[in-house]
């Protein structure tokens, strides 16, 4: 296995460095508060090319992989943006990209991904209802047959990004489990319009991850065109499982990324805090050792998705390592950024010091986009061969 960076890969890294310095701390900050969709930096991404790193080059994309897309995710969310940046990139080449390249018409990608990988359009995804929670397969929101299509009815939560977005990655039944040989039998996946009659959201407010909206989506009847279905009619559930074992990867990246900045920060305050006897803070091992824990366990998270992201590349199974990745970058983005904060000590808890957004964005991840304990089932029972539980 060769860790040396290629030259396109150089050169990307130090493209996506460049704009995530230029989209800084401060630009962040501003957002948070104004609890508003980074607009700016995601057209600046799209004209880099970036969006595109992982979509094919007959539609705009630079027509690389899931590895290279981490390593841009890494490098662009440690200049200022920290975790949240990586749901962008979740919504729209994830969502959007990856469920079009592969499982779309070509109707559809010729349509879709050229807008997508130009950040014309954004995506949003509604898979999460309120009786389900992690347990997909009992998800209610139904699409009836009518003739040429479906009349799409049910309810969806904690939807990312649907009122900045156009379209609308939809998971809904189209056979009851009744009707069903399997229980993974009966899924479908739908690419509409987010304006359209019968669809309509509401906010949910929430304690972090303010530059991306969280939403209730309500489906009351709403027509879905036969072209609309994306994949297989009845059988999305394994398309599905790849969209999203791919959005382990992003996530990942994502939380890699924050905790190299928030590492940084207290890092560079350490540096120059003076209490006693005019020796920096950051001399005294009480300091130091936390934060260099934390970059040996960030570092190790970060290797074990890119092996996840290479296995992905491969066509080879990767669901274990991208859910190991995300177990541990979770943990251990959480734990950086603590210890960031404890570093600052008071100075941590403020807004101008940018650390407790990383805390309060980060804190999402333990339980989204798959709990911690969640992963812990796949990994027992695909890895370890224990018992179900579940």
Not at 17 to 45: H, N, S, T
Not at 75 to 81: I, S, W
Not at 324 to 347: C, N, P, W
Not at 359 to 365: I, M, N, S, T, V
């Amino acid at each position: 296995m060769d860790f040396a960076l290629a030259e396109h890969q150089k050169l990307m890294l130090e493209t996506a460095r460049q704009i995530g310095r230029e989209f800084g701390v401060e630009y962040w900050r501003r957002l948070d508060a104004e609890k508003r969709f980074p607009a700016e930096m995601w057209q600046a991404i799209c004209k880099a090319g970036l969006c595109g790193v992982a979509l094919p080059e007959a539609h705009g994309g630079s027509g690389l992989g899931m590895l290279d897309l981490a390593l841009v995710i890494e490098a662009l969310t440690e200049g200022g943006a920290g975790a949240t940046l990586a749901q962008v990139f979740m919504v729209n080449p994830i969502f959007g990209g990856v469920a079009l390249s592969r499982y779309a018409s070509a109707e559809m990608r010729d349509a879709y991904l050229p807008k997508i990988i130009s950040g014309e359009i954004n995506c949003c995804m509604a898979l999460t209802e309120p009786d389900a929670g992690s347990n997909t397969l009992e998800i209610r929101t139904f699409a009836t047959p009518v003739g040429n299509g479906w009349r799409l009815n049910g309810r969806k939560v904690w939807i990312t990004a649907v009122p900045d977005a156009q379209k609308m990655l939809v998971v809904a039944r189209t056979k009851t489990v009744a009707e069903s040989t399997r229980r993974t039998d009966g899924i479908s996946l739908f690419f509409i319009d987010v304006e359209r009659s019968g669809l309509t959201f509401s906010p949910i407010e929430k304690v972090g991850t303010h530059t991306l909206s969280a939403s209730a989506v309500f489906f009351d009847d709403v027509k879905v065109d036969g072209a609309e279905l994306i994949g297989t009619l009845h059988g999305g559930w394994p398309e599905l499982l790849h969209v999203l074992n791919t959005e382990r990867i992003v996530t990942t990246a994502g939380l890699v990324g924050a905790a190299r900045l928030a590492t940084r920060l207290a890092v560079d305050y350490a540096r120059e805090r003076k209490v006693f006897n005019g020796t920096p803070i950051g001399a005294y091992q009480g300091l130091q050792f936390p934060l260099a824990r934390a970059t040996a366990e960030i570092e190790a998270a970060s290797t074990l998705n890119l092996k996840a992201a290479w296995k992905c590349d491969q066509g080879l199974p990767y669901g274990s390592e991208a859910n190991m990745a995300k177990v541990v970058s979770a943990r251990a983005a959480t734990d950086a950024i603590e210890r960031a904060m404890q570093t600052l000590g008071g100075m941590g808890y403020a807004k101008e010091f940018h650390v407790e957004r990383l805390w309060r964005d980060a804190r999402l991840f333990l339980f989204a986009p798959v709990s911690e304990e969640m992963a812990l089932n796949f990994i027992a029972v695909h890895d370890l061969k224990m018992p179900r539980s579940y």
